[in-house]
């Protein structure tokens, strides 16, 4: 157990509608990860954070994306007016700074199991 | 741009011959290279990352500058190696993670 959780595991729904999901890494992960997983590909980066802030957010988002972790700890990934394109799955991940790695990069990526999104 | 490139979808041994799954990488900075490990069933996991200079489960994996490389070996592969292989660059000065397409490994009895 990586102690990252994602929430809801699956979902399906109708083109044009909204879905958010839900990321809990553990209180040691002052970055959080957002990934897009499709059959096939390897994870494709959307966007991460360090405690609260965004720091960066891939040009592939589209306006229809957006993502925020309020409080540094939990995270919430919002997809607007879903597409059939957008059903793939979402992974969070989470890591820590470490004295080994130093500000050069981040340590270990702890994933969570993922969200699948379907859009019909 | 930065780019991780797997170029093996799929690669198929027996069990106990040496395994290589490649990876090549295209970055002007200063890479971090890792290995994560997707088992069925189970989540996406780090291997191994070429800053610890670690051999886990017996893989091993070499960060060459020159060729823009880091490949993953094994001499004896297990059939317990199975699995989704993705290679993945960390770039300097950011933290963003830049993943391979990976090469599912498949290990035959």
């Known amino acids: 157990d990586t102690g990252v959780s994602q929430d809801p595991r699956h979902k399906i729904t109708k083109r044009g509608q909204n879905v958010t999901f839900r990321c809990d890494p553990i209180?040691?992960?002052?970055?959080l990860y957002w990934y897009r997983q499709t059959l096939g590909q390897g994870p494709e980066f959307l966007t991460y954070f360090q405690n609260e802030a965004q720091l960066e957010k891939s040009r592939l988002l589209s306006d229809r994306f957006s993502a925020e972790r309020p409080k540094g700890s939990f995270s919430t990934l919002e997809i607007q007016r879903t597409e059939q394109g957008d059903s793939a799955m979402y992974l969070c991940?989470?890591?820590?700074?470490?004295?080994?790695?130093?500000?050069?990069?981040?340590?270990?990526?702890?994933f969570g199991e993922g969200s699948r999104l379907t859009v019909l | 741009a930065q780019r991780v490139t797997q170029p093996e979808k799929l690669l198929s041994v027996f069990k106990g011959a040496p395994v290589e799954l490649k990876c090549n990488y295209s970055y002007s900075g200063s890479p971090e290279l890792f290995w994560y490990v997707q088992y069925s069933r189970q989540r996406l996991q780090l291997l191994l990352r070429h800053i610890s200079r670690e051999s886990i489960k017996g893989f091993t994996a070499d960060l060459n500058k020159g060729e823009t490389s880091f490949h993953l070996k094994k001499p004896f592969a297990q059939e317990e190696d199975s699995a989704m292989y993705y290679c993945a660059l960390g770039t300097s000065g950011t933290y963003k993670y830049i993943f391979g397409t990976g090469t599912r490994l498949k290990v035959l009895a």
């Open positions: 991940a989470g890591s820590a700074s470490s004295a080994e790695t130093g500000a050069r990069i981040a340590g270990e990526l702890f």
């Open positions: 209180s040691e992960h002052n970055r």
